[in-house]
């Protein structure tokens, strides 16, 4: 049964940069889109954006120019890095697997980490 | 980006009783709609995919509707284990976007 399982600091100061990285366990990164979704205090999910096995990426423009989503495959793990945080970034970082079905193009997450509380304070 | 509007944002509800949560998207996403449910420090849980695709072990009191812009998720016979968050995402188009959940809890 595939698993995944996010890490990284719980605290970062503004301005500074997010790091946290998803491990899979149980099954392989080698295929499947891999994503980032948060969901600040009192807020609901908002996705942030998604990598292929492959490398190739897809990001929430609203995030765009302060993300980037890479992918270990050797390490079985994927990870976000979100730079010059603020506060607005405080949230549950959860990563995700994401399924297609090729013939139709629906895409869906459905084997997700427990999340990760990040605080952005100094 | 396509806005996804749940209804109600919060709900109470005994066991046993039949519930249902509307979902509406700010533009046509054919049947691009998934349903997930979610607990407090808990993964979210896919239940449906493709708006009509229960996914595996999800209890078959767990049913959806819709097409375009209006989906329904309807749970029959509320279990002590269904009362949670249910949220609805769009893969119609990227940035995926979510509704802003309906929280499912005990009357």
């Known amino acids: 049964q595939v698993q995944l399982q996010e890490s990284g600091p719980g605290l970062v100061k503004p301005s500074e940069t997010l790091s946290l990285t998803c491990t899979v366990s149980?099954?392989?990164?080698?295929?499947?889109?891999w994503s980032w979704i948060r969901q600040p205090p009192g807020k609901g999910l908002e996705w942030i954006g998604y990598?292929?096995?492959?490398?190739?990426?897809n990001y929430n423009p609203s995030l765009k120019s302060r993300v980037t989503i890479s992918i270990d495959t050797s390490k079985n793990q994927f990870s976000l890095k979100l730079t010059s945080v603020t506060a607005a970034d405080t949230a549950v970082y959860y990563c995700?697997?994401?399924?297609?079905?090729?013939?139709?193009?629906?895409?869906?997450?459905?084997?997700w980490g427990k999340g990760t509380t990040v605080t952005v304070s100094s | 980006d396509i806005q996804m509007t749940q209804s109600p944002s919060s709900l109470s509800a005994s066991v046993g009783d039949r519930v249902t949560v509307t979902c509406r998207a700010s533009q046509s996403i054919s049947n691009y709609l998934n349903w997930y449910q979610h607990k407090p420090g808990k993964a979210p849980k896919l239940l449906i995919y493709a708006a009509s695709n229960l996914q595996s072990g999800v209890p078959s009191r767990f049913s959806v509707s819709g097409s375009g812009t209006d989906f329904t998720l309807t749970i029959t016979s509320l279990q002590p284990e269904d009362f949670a968050t249910y949220y609805c995402?769009?893969?119609?188009?990227?940035?995926?976007?979510f509704g802003q959940g309906t929280k499912l809890d005990i009357k």
């Open positions: 995700a697997r994401v399924t297609y079905i090729k013939s139709s193009y629906h895409y869906y997450m459905d084997v």
């Open positions: 149980g099954g392989s990164t080698s295929s499947y889109y």
């Open positions: 990598i292929y096995y492959s490398g190739s990426t």
């Open positions: 995402q769009q893969s119609y188009s990227t940035p995926y976007t």
